[in-house]
């Protein structure tokens, strides 16, 4: 008899498919069923995907060790995805594979769902509730046939007769009914224990409690716009086969709305409906409004949920339970049967892109992913990426453009503040404008809110010493490191432009502190590494130690000392750290217990706010100066986001935009919020310098122990590439990344530039299996939004 072999991923990074032998006794396991396998010394669960290949008779071949499923565990189009998803990326199929599983999904546990006891009254109970509460017992007298109960039991079983489904025996012991009277109850056959499994459902939980739809609603009616937008799109997901659209929508032109009108004609076809959002800020929005259209019907799926949560919403995906899925990028992977829409909003965020192994694009796997299952996409957006625009106007997606608000309501209305001038006529290190500060006292006077961006944490940005010169710098890291405050606010006096904290002193060059900084940090946002900031300069000793730029904190303490009766809070990876925090202050700001958002681009992008009608936005122009060929695009996009949260209600909206360079091409596009324009003159740009959409790139970074590892590892693998031919691409470098250091780990670096992905990816696949030492410190990102 022939060996009855399977193909086998494991949750090993860059370790392939492994085949194994299904010993005699086991069946063999379907495509997508989970096993345990060992694996040198371990033992492992994977996932099979499918018949495996005939070895040479020379190799030992292992055995499986169980088989945990009957059936597929991951549905065969999943398998398929990630499958996909691991060739493209240069990743394992384990580690694509894993990325699609609830969290213990490779547990050898069969399942991980939380069982609680419940206690329920039985007839013979029943009966002796009724005897000791009858008329021989009430008038004084006593039946000997009954036993002798405590009053804790009594209690008891008075509780479980009016519940004839039965209590959660937790529920009992809060009403102090000890586990010891539930036990003897049941020795006398009163009551019957048994365990049921609860499912936790994340939308009763306060932080979704605004997703919690009591009941459904209509459909509001549709602009002439989003009607002929409905129109153009229905035909193409009536028609069951993939297609492509991009919505182009001004920011509040009503895009959700359509998604929910493709959702319910796709959902009345008997198919399913996956929502992609970039954050997880948006979820109960987003949520919110699909449960208020479809009820009970709507999952979600997003990291900020409790393991249980997500392997329960897993569960109930899975077994049919649900047609809708509203997640972040991992919800890609849903296991949605017969997705007929799938909807990625803001796809020009950055945030789909995973920065782990795999790293992929969860839009661009949204694209597949559709292709696979023959259904509609529709990537939404009021500031496309470039790669998708393109795409559209190549006529490989449909484009739909919605041009104006709902109800006609006008755009933001945008003034530029030059920095420098200001800075000129003020003080060197003015944070808010006077522009900015009158604007925010006239909206604060009216009973309106107000939304200020910085895309920059911290108090300040560094910190260095006026007399030697010296930068308090990470020693695992290659940056600076970033200055917080303690978490008691510094007292604060006032001065005629602005204020300063007291424990600074002015002089005629700008502010120093001095010595009094107990409570503040110096934090490197890489490596979390963290220390006091220090009295003296720990070079030279010298006193001088000044705070250069400034981030979220200090825009929030000014605000603050401008404003002491204003709600202010800000939004941060500071301030969020714990779960829920998030989504607990957008909500407190959406009903109006806060005046003032101060925040990075987490408050940019999505939000409804009708009550917001000023927008200020702190250096405009913070991450033009990243080496990054995006630059330009994530500041247009960016500002035009952030503008587009103001003005959402009736009253119009205003933004400020604070810059040193006015006159840049993606600050002056965004604030007339001309995308066609941003589009053509970055195009150009792009054209000219060979780089996305017009060819492909990958990056490849090698980590050494020391510099001189790094950049020699990097330079063997460029040389095999070399070796091997470069038909069709080009190579640039090695060198070292702009973070030469991370971490701990020295970092070099190296582009691939090519028109074929498939000719970079095959040749760099072939180098990095020949040197494995190198290739286990080597991340590969293929299609990269970010070059540090």
């Not at 019907?297 to 900020?304: D, K, N, P």
């Not at 000129?424 to 809110?449: H, I, W």
């Not at 066609?676 to 050494?704: C, L, Q, S, W």
Request: net charge positive; proline share 6%.
């Amino acid at each position: 008899m022939p060996d009855r072999l399977v193909s086998v991923a494991v949750p090993v990074a860059a370790l392939g498919l492994l085949t194994y032998r299904v010993p005699a006794g086991l069946g063999v396991p379907p495509a997508g069923a989970r096993v345990v396998v060992p694996l040198g010394p371990r033992r492992l669960t994977g996932i099979v995907l499918g018949e495996g290949a005939a070895l040479d008779p020379s190799i030992e071949m292992r055995e499986l060790i169980q088989v945990l499923d009957e059936e597929a565990f991951v549905p065969a189009d999943v398998v398929s995805l990630t499958s996909w998803v691991a060739d493209y990326y240069l990743a394992g199929p384990g580690a694509a594979l894993s990325a699609a599983l609830p969290p213990h999904g490779l547990s050898a546990r069969v399942d991980a769902f939380k069982t609680v006891r419940v206690a329920a009254i039985t007839a013979q109970g029943l009966d002796v509730l009724d005897r000791a509460t009858g008329p021989r017992c009430a008038g004084g007298g006593e039946d000997r046939d009954l036993p002798r109960l405590g009053a804790r039991q009594r209690e008891a079983l008075q509780l479980l007769a009016g519940r004839p489904d039965g209590t959660p025996t937790p529920d009992l012991a809060e009403r102090g009914i000890p586990s010891s009277a539930l036990t003897r109850l049941r020795t006398l056959g009163l009551i019957a224990l048994r365990t049921d499994t609860v499912e936790r459902d994340p939308f009763v939980d306060e932080r979704h409690a605004s997703s919690t739809a009591s009941e459904v609603r209509p459909p509001r009616a549709l602009t002439a716009e989003q009607q002929a937008a409905f129109e153009a799109l229905a035909p193409l997901a009536d028609a069951r086969r993939f297609h492509a659209a991009l919505v182009h929508g001004v920011t509040g032109s009503g895009k959700t709305e359509l998604y929910l009108r493709l959702a319910e004609r796709v959902r009345a076809q008997g198919r399913g409906v996956l929502v992609l959002v970039p954050e997880i800020a948006l979820t109960p929005q987003v949520a919110a409004l699909f449960r208020a259209r479809f009820g009970s019907h709507v999952a979600i799926q997003h990291s900020g949920l409790s393991d249980g949560e997500r392997h329960d919403q897993w569960h109930r995906i899975r077994r049919g339970d649900v047609d809708v899925v509203v997640g972040t990028r991992s919800a890609v992977f849903a296991p949605l049967a017969r997705p007929g829409l799938i909807v990625v909003d803001e796809e020009h965020d950055t945030s789909y892109k995973q920065e782990e192994t795999p790293r992929y694009n969860g839009r661009d796997v949204a694209v597949m992913r559709g292709k696979l299952a023959g259904s509609l996409v529709v990537l939404g957006s009021a500031t496309p990426s470039m790669e998708s625009y393109a795409n559209a106007r190549a006529g490989r997606y449909t484009l739909v453009t919605l041009d104006r608000r709902i109800l006609d309501r006008p755009l933001a209305s945008v003034r530029v503040v030059n920095m420098r001038e200001e800075m000129a006529e003020t003080t060197p290190d003015v944070v808010l404008s006077r522009a900015l500060v009158d604007a925010l006292g006239l909206r604060l006077e009216a009973g309106e809110q107000a939304v200020i961006l910085l895309n920059r944490r911290g108090f300040a940005t560094a910190m260095f010493c006026r007399q030697c010169g010296h930068t308090l710098e990470c020693p695992n890291c290659s940056v600076s490191l970033t200055v917080h405050r303690g978490r008691t606010n510094s007292p604060r006096r006032q001065t005629e432009t602005g204020t300063v904290p007291v424990n600074r002193r002015q002089t005629e060059t700008g502010t120093v502190p001095v010595t009094d900084r107990r409570g503040w940090r110096a934090r490197c946002h890489y490596c979390n590494y963290l220390r006091g900031v220090p009295a003296a300069c720990p070079q030279c000793a010298a006193p001088y130690l000044e705070h250069v730029g400034y981030g979220t904190e200090r825009v929030e303490a000014d605000v603050h000392a401008h404003f002491p009766a204003a709600r202010v809070a800000r939004v941060d990876r500071d301030t969020v750290r714990r779960r829920g925090s998030l989504v607990d202050v957008l909500a407190r700001f959406a009903r109006r217990e806060l005046d003032v958002l101060v925040g990075t681009q987490m408050i940019a992008k999505g939000h409804d706010f009708p009550h917001v009608t000023l927008v200020g936005v702190i250096s405009a122009d913070v991450g033009l100066g990243l080496a990054d060929f995006r630059a330009a695009e994530r500041t247009f996009q960016l500002l035009t986001q952030v503008a587009g949260r103001a003005g959402r209600g009736e009253v119009a909206g205003e933004a400020i935009v604070q810059t040193l360079f006015p006159t840049h091409y993606s600050i002056r596009l965004a604030c007339t919020q001309d995308y066609r324009a941003f589009f053509d003159k970055e195009t150009a740009f792009r054209h000219a310098m060979r780089y996305p959409p017009h060819i492909a790139m990958v990056n490849v970074v090698v980590r050494g122990r020391s510099f001189d590892q790094a950049m020699d590892d990097a330079g063997e693998l460029v040389e095999r590439l070399r070796a091997a031919g470069t038909r069709g691409f080009v190579i640039l470098g090695p060198a070292p990344a702009p973070l030469a250091k991370l971490r701990g780990e020295h970092r070099a670096q190296f582009f691939l530039k090519g028109t074929s992905r498939a000719s970079m990816r095959e040749p760099l696949r072939a180098a990095l299996a020949a040197v494995p030492s190198i290739a286990r410190r080597t991340a590969v990102d293929v299609d990269p939004v970010s070059m540090l």
